[in-house]
């Protein structure tokens, strides 16, 4: 069995900064692609910022140039920094893998349970 566990998520003001983290735990053989969605009430889930094994990144055009991506693929991790927070980013924030679960016959996608982010002043 595979869970991720998210955490960092916190009440900031507008221009403030968080850090949210994922931890990959279980029967892990191997994990692809790493990544943060958020879904902000009354709206779908949508991409915030993806990495690859080797640590190429994706963003959505809303968080570029204040959020960053990061991984620590011993650890099984993934991060994400938020600065120069906006009302806007309010969201649960969610942790998405695809990996390879040992014993499995291909590559599943794997979600946490949530973290929330609140920016209000």
């Known amino acids: 069995q595979v869970h991720l566990v998210e955490s960092g998520g916190d009440l900031v003001q507008p221009g403030g900064s968080l850090r949210l983290s994922c931890a990959a735990a279980?029967?892990?053989?191997?994990?692809?692609?790493m990544g943060w969605y958020r879904q902000a009430p009354g709206k779908q889930r949508e991409l915030v910022a993806t990495i690859t094994y080797g640590g190429s990144t994706n963003y959505a055009d809303s968080v570029k140039g204040r959020f960053t991506i990061s991984r620590d693929n011993a650890k099984k991790s993934v991060y994400l920094q938020m600065n120069s927070l906006k009302p806007e980013d309010t969201a649960v924030y969610y942790c998405n893998a695809l990996l390879y679960e040992r014993g499995s016959i291909r590559w599943n996608n794997y979600w946490g349970q949530g973290t929330q982010v609140t920016v209000s002043s």
């Open positions: 279980g029967n892990i053989a191997s994990i692809n692609t």
